[in-house]
């Protein structure tokens, strides 16, 4: 399993396959239109309405329709003009925004939540049922609930990316802190370290790797759960693009959009796995 | 009194031989319910002297010296040090551990660091540096300061640990098993070290170990602990070896032969028909006291 693999190799291989997919979704496109639309769905025709009628051919454009368009959307990413137009990158800034908010206000709560129950055995498990009965919920389910309490649409997508990235972080951080060896905290206590010091400069640093994880599965959820909830809220954000751009029958756009959602997750998990490199130790 | 006893710092008062302790462990015992691990544990440890305990495993050895460092607690009995009860954990007694515990996150530096700055809490980052630099100087390990726990050796990362126990500047340094987990040519090297810091500081010292040579090296005095349960110490040896010692020159030294085979006689077999309850006439506040390298250059 663990055998070398030349990178060079790798990324010829994932570039053939890219070619091979690609060429065959467009080839599969520009073919003669088969027999009439009976392929397609009834329903979507429909849809369709007037694109159906204009010669019957499917809405899903070729990868080179869609390289066109991207060209498109990202030569003016950040243009606004009006609330229903505005461009794709203003889109992905206002949902990183609330990713951003959310998972910062989980982090708040969770690191020194975290830290106490991994401390007091007690406290683990006076809140262990709470946490182990919201931590399945959807964090969709919360939005109802937000909606009526926090009358904002935008606040409350803030309240469920905060609401699903807060168990993982608590977890982490809480086994991280239960987990610190004992010899540490043997060491920190015959040095009179305190518990603020020893919080700080034994138990934080030991249990920083733990932590990082647990934040790492957070933004991965968050940037999950973000594009769900713009589509239930509307308004801003890459999710409501998404519906939008379903509503506009826009495919091609619509497979843009799943391409940098998925970029943008990248990122993000990349960005705190450089952290998480920067506070990892090893024995 | 034979003269090997001199050239270190000792206090002694009383007519009856006692010292007067820095360090005075009075009845302590360690109960489970339905277990007693050991009890009736007296002995002192005088100032600037250097004590070993001896005895196998699960006769309560650590956790006494876990009482000593205040990581822990006794079921029974008291330990004062110059007259007042422990509580806690102190400055006042550095713990050499048996697994190294360096931070693995810090630089070797960073870990002495760490304890100068406990010490000298007023002290800026740079001076405690500086002051953990010397004390890494002292093992050797300067120009290894810069190192994770990771890039050292296990001789390296003791030496660590030693420098770091020794940096706080104890009134007592304790040591459980320092060397074990270490290969023979670095655990020699690393007891010399040890014996050549002990003697500049005139640092009291309490040490656990299992290795007989380890404890001839460096004790004044060495505990002999009947296994457990209901452990107690049977017997204490004065080690009359005069100093200073070298492990080379150790076995060529007179009396260190019936010095040696009397507590490895006591390992292999009289710690095992010793267990139990204590002979009849055994006083547990004073165990018999030996000196088995002076009665051979005496006969």
Redesign the interface.
């Known amino acids: 399993m663990a055998r070398d693999v030349s990178p060079w190799k790798a990324a010829l291989l994932s570039l053939a396959l890219l070619a091979l997919l690609l060429g065959a979704w467009e080839l599969a496109l520009s073919g003669p239109a088969g027999p009439g639309g009976a392929a397609m769905d009834p329903e979507y025709a429909a849809l369709l309405g007037q694109a159906a009628q204009a010669g019957g051919q499917t809405a899903m454009p070729a990868p080179s329709a869609i390289l066109a368009r991207l060209v498109e959307l990202l030569a003016d990413p950040f243009h606004r003009r009006g609330t229903n137009d505005q461009g794709i990158g203003i889109q992905i800034a206002y949902s990183l925004w609330r990713v951003a908010a959310g998972f910062g206000l989980a982090m708040v709560v969770a690191i020194p939540l975290g830290f106490l129950i991994g401390m007091s055995p007690l406290l683990n498990a006076a809140l262990n049922p709470f946490i182990q009965v919201l931590r399945p919920v959807s964090p969709l389910a919360w939005m109802p609930l937000a909606l009526y309490t926090i009358k904002d649409s935008s606040i409350s997508s803030v309240f469920v990316i905060f609401i699903c990235s807060v168990w993982p972080m608590l977890l982490n951080t809480a086994f991280g802190v239960a987990s610190v ?1 004992r ?2 905290l ?2 920190a ?5 305190g518990s603020w ?1 020893t919080a700080m ?2 138990i934080l ?2 249990a ?1 790797p733990t932590i990082l994880t647990g934040m790492r599965i957070s933004i991965g959820i968050a940037w999950l759960v973000i594009v769900a909830a713009e589509m239930l809220v509307g308004g801003t954000g890459i999710g409501y693009w998404v519906w939008n751009q379903w509503n506009n029958l826009s495919i091609a756009d619509i497979v843009i959009a799943i391409l940098l959602i998925g970029v943008v997750g990248l990122l993000l998990d990349r960005l705190l796995g450089w952290v998480a490199g920067r ?1 990892a ?3 | 009194m034979s003269a090997g006893l001199e050239g270190r710092p000792r206090s002694r008062n009383g007519h009856d031989g006692r010292e007067a302790g820095m360090i005075s462990v009075e009845g302590i015992a360690r109960r489970f319910p339905g277990l007693t691990v050991f009890e009736d544990v007296w002995f002192t440890v005088a100032r600037g002297e250097f004590v070993c305990l001896v005895g196998h495993s699960g006769c309560g050895k650590t956790t006494i010296l876990n009482i000593l ?3 822990d607690g006794a079921s029974e009995g008291v330990v004062l040090m110059e007259g007042r009860e422990l509580s ?4 006042d ?3 050499i ?1 048996q ?1 190294h ?1 360096l ?4 630089s070797a530096l960073d870990n002495v660091a ?2 100068v700055g ?2 000298h809490p007023r002290l800026s980052r740079a001076e405690a540096r500086a002051r953990a630099k010397v004390a890494l100087e002292k093992v050797g390990l300067a120009a290894a300061a810069g190192r ?3 890039q050292l050796s296990g001789g390296m990362k003791q030496r660590v640990g030693i420098a770091r126990a020794f940096a ?1 500047e104890p009134k007592l340094l304790l040591m459980d098993e320092p060397f074990s987990a270490l290969d023979a040519l670095t655990r020699g090297a690393l007891q010399e070290e040890v014996s050549r810091l002990v003697t500049e500081a005139g640092q009291t010292a309490f040490m656990i170990t299992h290795d007989v040579d380890e404890a001839i090296l460096l004790a004044d005095r060495i505990l002999l602990m009947t296994n457990g349960p209901q452990a107690r110490i049977a017997e204490v040896i004065e080690n009359t070896l005069p100093r200073p010692r070298t492990r080379a020159g150790l076995h060529h030294m007179p009396g260190y032969h019936p010095l040696r085979d009397h507590i490895m006689d006591f390992l292999v077999t009289r710690s095992r028909t010793l267990a139990g309850p204590p002979p009849p006439g055994h006083d547990p506040r004073r165990p018999p006291v030996v000196r088995p390298a002076l009665e051979e250059t005496h006969a």
Do not use: H, I, Y
Not at chain 1, 189 to 193: D, F, G, K, R
Not at chain 2, 88 to 91: E, V
Not at chain 2, 103 to 106: E, I, S, T, V
């Open positions: 060896r010899e540490w043997n060491v206590a015959t040095l009179e370290a010091k400069r034994v640093p030991a920083a506070v130790w090893q024995e | 460092a205040g990581l806690g954990p102190s400055l007694r550095a713990v551990f697994g515990a931070m693995p996150w810090l760490f304890a406990c010490r994770k726990p990771a706080v």
